[in-house]
C-alpha cells in the first residue's frame, strides 16, 4: 500500500512541476484574443485610403476617429475582425449627414450625431483596401449603441453592398 502511495504521490508530483514548468515557460507567448487581433489589424488600417478613380473619396482612420473627405466623422472608434483581411470598423458618428429640403450638408448638429455606424473593410493588404459604409434601401443610418449596431449592421442583413477600392496614401 506504501508502494502504491508513493508512485502516486510521485505521479502527482510530477504531473504538477510539467504544469508549472508550462506555466512559466509560456508567460506573455499567449494566443492573441480578440482585442489584440484588432488591436494587430488596426495597425493595418491606420492611415489616409484614397480612391485613385475618383477624387475628393478619401478615408482617415486612426486608433480613435475615422474620417471621410468632407463627410461623415466618428470617434470611439471599435474594430470587429471577421476574417484574415475583413472586418467592421464601427464609431459614433461626431459629424453626420444632415438633409434640408434639396440641400445636404455634413454637420456636427445632424440628428445621427452621437449614434453609432459601421463601415465594411474586405481586402487588407499593406497597400489596399475595399471599404463600404453602411447603407441598404429602407435601413437605418445609425443605432443608440454599439451593441445595436453590431447586430444591425452586417453583410447578412443586406447592407455593404458597395465597397470602393483604395489605396494608402
Known amino acids: 500500500m506504501k508502494a502504491l502511495r508513493f508512485k502516486f504521490c510521485r505521479a502527482l508530483f510530477a504531473a504538477l512541476s510539467v504544469v508549472l514548468i508550462s506555466a512559466f515557460s509560456f508567460t506573455g507567448c499567449s494566443d492573441p484574443d480578440d482585442s489584440n487581433e484588432a ?4 495597425y493595418g488600417l491606420n492611415g489616409t ?6 477624387k475628393g473619396e478619401s478615408y482617415t482612420i486612426t486608433s480613435e476617429t475615422f474620417a471621410s473627405e468632407n463627410g461623415y466623422e466618428g470617434n470611439s472608434v471599435v474594430i470587429k475582425v471577421t476574417g484574415s483581411s475583413s472586418g467592421y470598423i464601427y464609431f459614433k ?5 444632415e438633409i434640408n429640403g434639396s440641400k445636404y450638408s455634413y454637420t456636427e448638429t445632424a440628428p445621427d450625431v452621437g449614434k453609432w455606424y459601421a463601415v465594411s473593410y474586405k ?3 499593406q497597400n489596399t483596401i475595399q471599404l463600404s459604409g453602411a447603407y441598404k434601401a429602407g ?6 449603441t454599439l451593441e445595436e449596431a453590431v447586430e444591425e449592421f452586417t453583410i447578412e442583413n443586406g447592407y455593404f453592398a458597395y465597397y470602393s477600392s483604395l489605396v494608402k496614401q
Open 49 to 54: 485610403w484614397y480612391n485613385p478613380d475618383y
Open 93 to 97: 458618428y461626431t459629424k453626420a449627414l
Open 139 to 144: 435601413g437605418v443610418t445609425s443605432k443608440e
Open 39 to 42: 488591436e494587430y489589424f488596426l
Open 123 to 125: 481586402g487588407l493588404t
